[in-house]
């Protein structure tokens, strides 16, 4: 069984299916930072995707990624009021 969630956000609708390894939490902020980003484009989503589970993780988890990408995501502090 999978399980999906429908956010409606700024006029866009988003849908996402939750990976088998992700926690219900880790899928609802994940999903959540992904559409703050309002991707509009399949590439745009993909990086959007990237970079929010990278942030996630990094943030949870205590994952470490490349200095090169820390600009990026620290963009996303200010769209992830809730974590």
Do not use: R
Not at 57 to 65: I, R, V
Request: hydrophobic share 30%; proline share 4%.
């Amino acid at each position: 069984m999978s399980e999906e969630i429908e956010i409606s956000y700024m006029g866009n609708v988003y849908t996402f299916k939750k990976k088998h390894y992700h926690t219900p939490e880790d899928f609802h902020h994940i999903s959540w930072l992904i559409v703050k980003q309002l991707p509009k484009t399949e590439e745009e989503m993909k990086k959007a995707t990237q970079h929010a589970t990278m942030w996630y993780n990094q943030k949870k988890y205590n994952c470490k990624y490349p200095e090169s990408l820390q600009t990026t995501l620290k963009k996303l502090d200010s769209l992830s009021v809730d974590f």
